[in-house]
Nanobody, 121 residues
């Protein structure tokens, strides 16, 4: 009923930039928080950055100063601008959304299918 779709992944050289986008759609009353996580084979999915409905952001130490998360509440969309990319940023990036289905419902969450980012020369 709620769909989260990422786009913008791909292959980029070290030092390059990419911009990821994520849009949530479906039975959403409002969104409290959206964020990006990443996962490499054999490791746990890890937080990259999050933004809440008030615009407050948090970042993983490994990306702070290089990545910027932003959002458009009206479009239910969040972006991740990734600059100065490093080979260790290579991962599948997943979008996560915390939302309410109605004004009386509790928080729910949904994940996207992921988009692959490869940083390599």
């Amino acid at each position: 009923q709620v769909r989260v779709v990422e786009s913008g992944g791909g292959l980029v050289q070290p030092g390059g930039s990419l911009r990821l986008s994520c849009t949530a759609s479906g039975s959403i009353f409002d969104i409290a928080d959206m964020g990006w996580y990443r996962q490499v084979p054999g490791k746990e999915r890890a937080l990259v950055a999050r933004i809440n409905s008030g615009g407050s952001t948090i970042y993983a130490d490994s990306v702070n100063g290089r990545f910027t998360i932003s959002g458009d509440n009206t479009k239910k969309t969040v972006y991740l601008q990734m600059n100065s990319l490093k080979p260790e940023d290579t991962a599948v990036y997943y979008c996560h959304c915390i939302y309410r289905g109605s004004y009386i419902s509790g928080p729910l969450d949904a994940w996207g299918q992921g988009t692959l980012v490869t940083v390599s020369s």
